[in-house]
């Protein structure tokens, strides 16, 4: 960071992330060099009104803000919060404290406000409250600008600490602004994650997301939902809990598989979603563990009449058996019965009998 006084700047801004230009462009310097250079690079703009401001140059250099009427006049304005705002958040002490600051100088005049702008901060004037903005800023997906109309800021942040003993205020709405400009729009403002790609089938299925606003602060102000699928596309659709300023989600137990989730919610006018996977894996529960448990061998043996035996107790393993008053020789006896007319070659012997008995008798002449 560094600070550079107009009349003897010589160098380029493509070299800053962030450009505050302090009652610029002024009467006697409209910066046109700076403000073309910093538009080339894609460098975003915080401009401070005062009484040197240039208010024709003022409206030329940036779209957010037109004021018409006498630039040599200024009113006494004080705070208000606009509950509308959303780019990024404000706590409740900061947005009771607003009102309580002291008044700055905004330019005298009527006020035209961009569609293309949030208000954090409208002007009161006296008792009466108005709808001229006094800090504002750039909706997202443009070029970001901010814009405070009002001169003398450092009284807040001094009155600040009469209030609240500290600066913690002032200092967060600044540093809450700086990070909002700065902050380039490359980073993806929803996110779901499980916390593994493989689980195991007795492991409940975890999912947890993060939604960050326009400043990437994270946040879960809106609901988010997810929807789990499985290989024969079956839908599982669950809503996301909120916890702490994240979302999470226990979905319980699944069968093995490969799953895809969706997971989405809705912010700021914009839908969001994110996709993922993760599979599901069958448990062995003999693999799970290979080492004999002799607690649990013991008290099996023990509930069953037995006795467990080690390794080095081989040997007396049969004597203990034998000793065993139901280990005793059993003697089974099998009897089968089976017809004689079945018995095919005793039939055949009679048979043969017969005959040569007729045939004797036959020979004989005997009958």
């Known amino acids: 960071m560094s600070t550079q006084y107009i009349n003897t700047f010589t160098g380029t801004v493509s070299g800053y992330d962030l450009i505050i230009l302090h009652q610029l462009p002024s009467v006697q310097n409209t910066i046109a060099g700076i403000l073309s250079d910093a538009r080339k690079a894609d460098k975003p703009i915080f401009f401070i009104t005062g009484s040197e401001t240039s208010i024709p140059a003022f409206n030329n250099a940036q779209g957010l803000l037109r004021i018409t009427g006498n630039a040599k006049t200024a009113d006494e304005v004080t705070p208000i919060y606009n509950n509308n705002f959303n780019v990024f958040t404000q ?5 009771s404290n607003y009102p309580q600051w002291p008044a700055l100088f905004a330019p005298y005049g009527q006020y035209n406000t961009s569609p293309a702008a949030q208000v954090l901060l409208t002007q009161k004037i006296g008792s009466v409250p108005t709808k001229n903005p006094l800090l504002l800023f750039s909706i997202p997906g443009g070029e970001k600008t901010a814009i405070l109309c009002g001169e003398n800021i450092w009284k807040w942040r001094l009155y600040d600490y009469v ?25 993806k403002q929803f996110d779901a994650f499980t916390a593994k790609n493989v689980f195991n089938e007795n492991e409940s299925i975890r999912i947890d997301a993060e939604l960050y606003n326009d400043s990437y602060e994270r946040i879960n102000t809106p609901d988010a939902t997810v929807t789990l699928k499985n290989e024969n596309g079956d839908d599982f659709p669950f809503s996301f809990s909120k916890t702490g300023d994240a979302y999470t989600l226990h979905a319980g137990f699944f069968p093995p598989g ?24 069958p448990v062995q529960l003999e693999s799970i563990n290979t080492t004999a448990d002799h607690a649990v061998l013991y008290q099996l043996a023990k509930n069953t009449g037995g006795e467990m035996m080690y390794a080095d107790q081989v040997q007396a393993l049969a004597d203990k058996i034998k000793a065993l008053p139901q280990a005793k020789p059993v003697l089974h006896e099998t009897i089968r019965t089976q017809s004689i007319i079945n018995i095919r070659w005793l039939f055949f012997l009679i048979l043969a009998f017969l005959g040569a008995e007729w045939f004797v008798r036959k020979y004989n002449g005997s009958y």
């Open 91 to 95: 706590d409740q002490k900061a947005i």
């Open 258 to 281: 490969n799953y895809t989730y969706t997971a989405g919610t809705s912010y700021n006018g914009k839908e969001y979603s994110y996709k993922g996977a993760f599979s599901i894996s």
């Open 163 to 187: 209030l609240n003993g500290d600066q913690e205020i002032f200092d967060g709405l600044i540093s809450k602004s700086i990070q909002y400009l700065a902050t380039k729009n490359n980073k």
